[in-house]
């Protein structure tokens, strides 16, 4: 069984769910499961250290699968930014015809990407960004609300007004982001408008995802709670688990810590430490509000599969016996 959509057959899956870039998670072996399981996959390009280790990485991800999956490349200010160019060529060379961008201005990597006929998806925090970013010429837009894992934006809007707002102005297939991990979200998201959804979280909890056991059971462990909105008063508001070093952090802001007060506490090598060794508190790791829906750590194939079925289920039980019948209809 399959569900449909506008967004399934541009990219030419099988199911409705993607599993979006996520820095350090966003590997073959977990892109790949995703894909063979009839999603849609992205390797996070940044996770890897050259563009030359991401050319690696998708031939190891094609040994894996022979279905489609995709590279995510997010754009963030740095103060020495990574060769972005030179990634995107990577994912060009490589013949990769769907990419997920993120972040700020991404309308060069867009343009370029199109002159390849690759298919572009934009990551968006609001509907001004979405309808920014269709005016530019993706394909297809993310929306992410405020209950995500990772970067919000700073409106605090959640999913249940978010999409149905997005989805009133934008005309693009639109998938949606943030607090996504079952059958009942994807059918809510496809009530309020969305093509399809895309889990992070949820895919971290999976027995392909290359993080240590030890966090995916922390996620399992968490509830709905247990996650800090960290770089609140510097703007750039990030999502993130719940543990002592993100404590410390929001503690610092209180008191108005500048971004160089914390900077040794947030750096990126910690929170890789984190997937690596599975210890919770070695630094910042994301997550989303999802964790209080999250009870197991499936294949990526069985949580697919899962929730395909019982949205089919919900679909045609459930909520079938809110509609009026034929004859209550003619009465």
Same mark, same amino acid.
């Given at each position: 069984?399959?569900?449909?959509?506008?967004?399934?057959?541009?990219?030419?899956?099988?199911?409705?769910?993607?599993?979006?870039?996520?820095?350090?998670?966003?590997?073959?072996?977990?892109?790949?499961?995703?894909?063979?399981?009839?999603?849609?996959?992205?390797?996070?390009?940044?996770?890897?250290?050259?563009?030359?280790?991401?050319?690696?990485?998708?031939? /190891?991800?094609?040994?894996?699968?022979?279905?489609p999956f995709g590279v995510n490349l997010t754009i963030l200010p740095a103060i020495t930014p990574p060769p972005y160019a030179e990634y995107r060529q990577a994912i060009i060379d490589s013949g990769i015809k769907i990419?997920?961008?993120?972040?700020?201005?991404?309308?060069?990597?867009?343009?370029?990407?199109?002159?390849?006929?690759?298919?572009?998806?934009?990551?968006?925090?609001?509907? /001004?960004?979405?309808?920014?970013?269709? /005016?530019?010429?993706?394909?297809?837009?993310?929306?992410?609300?405020? =209950?995500?894992?990772?970067?919000?934006?700073?409106?605090?809007?959640?999913?249940?007004?978010?999409?149905?707002?997005?989805?009133?102005?934008?005309?693009?297939?639109?998938?949606?982001?943030?607090?996504?991990?079952?059958?009942?979200?994807?059918?809510?998201?496809?009530?309020?408008?969305?093509?399809?959804?895309?889990?992070?979280?949820?895919?971290?909890?999976?027995?392909? *995802?290359?993080?240590? =056991?030890?966090?995916?059971?922390?996620?399992?462990?968490?509830?709905?709670?247990?996650?800090?909105?960290?770089?609140?008063?510097?703007?750039?508001? *990030?999502?993130?688990?719940?543990?002592?070093? *993100?404590?410390?952090?929001?503690?610092?802001?209180?008191?108005?810590?500048?971004?160089?007060?914390? /900077?040794?506490?947030?750096?990126?090598?910690?929170?890789?430490?984190?997937?690596?060794?599975?210890?919770?508190?070695?630094?910042?790791?994301?997550?989303?509000?999802?964790?209080?829906?999250?009870?197991?750590?499936?294949?990526?194939? =069985?949580?697919?599969?899962?929730?395909?079925?019982?949205? =089919?289920?919900?679909?045609?039980?459930?909520?079938?016996?809110?509609?009026?019948?034929?004859?209550?209809?003619?009465?």
């Amino acid at each position: 069984m399959a569900l449909k959509t506008r967004f399934t057959e541009l990219v030419g899956v099988e199911h409705p769910i993607v599993q979006g870039g996520m820095q350090w998670v966003g590997r073959a072996e977990l892109v790949a499961a995703v894909a063979n399981a009839g999603g849609l996959g992205f390797i996070t390009a940044l996770t890897q250290p050259t563009p030359e280790k991401l050319r690696e990485e998708i031939a /190891r991800c094609r040994t894996l699968t022979d279905k489609p999956f995709g590279v995510n490349l997010t754009i963030l200010p740095a103060i020495t930014p990574p060769p972005y160019a030179e990634y995107r060529q990577a994912i060009i060379d490589s013949g990769i015809k769907i990419v997920e961008t993120a972040g700020n201005k991404p309308a060069e990597h867009v343009e370029e990407f199109k002159k390849h006929g690759v298919i572009v998806i934009h990551k968006c925090t609001s509907v /001004r960004h979405g309808l920014s970013a269709e /005016r530019m010429g993706v394909d297809a837009i993310s929306i992410d609300g405020f =209950e995500c894992a990772g970067h919000p934006g700073e409106d605090d809007v959640p999913g249940l007004i978010l999409i149905p707002a997005a989805a009133d102005k934008i005309k693009i297939p639109m998938i949606a982001s943030g607090g996504f991990g079952d059958a009942r979200g994807l059918v809510a998201a496809l009530a309020l408008g969305a093509e399809g959804i895309n889990m992070g979280t949820r895919f971290m909890a999976t027995k392909e *995802s290359p993080i240590h =056991e030890a966090i995916k059971q922390q996620i399992v462990a968490n509830d709905e709670r247990a996650t800090d909105l960290i770089f609140r008063t510097m703007h750039n508001t *990030s999502r993130v688990a719940r543990n002592a070093v *993100s404590q410390q952090v929001v503690a610092l802001e209180r008191q108005g810590a500048k971004f160089e007060d914390v /900077r040794e506490l947030v750096a990126g090598t910690r929170g890789r430490s984190v997937y690596e060794v599975g210890d919770n508190d070695a630094g910042i790791w994301s997550a989303g509000q999802i964790q209080g829906l999250i009870h197991d750590v499936p294949s990526c194939e =069985e949580l697919i599969h899962r929730i395909v079925r019982e949205a =089919e289920e919900l679909i045609h039980g459930r909520l079938a016996r809110f509609a009026p019948t034929k004859q209550a209809v003619q009465a």
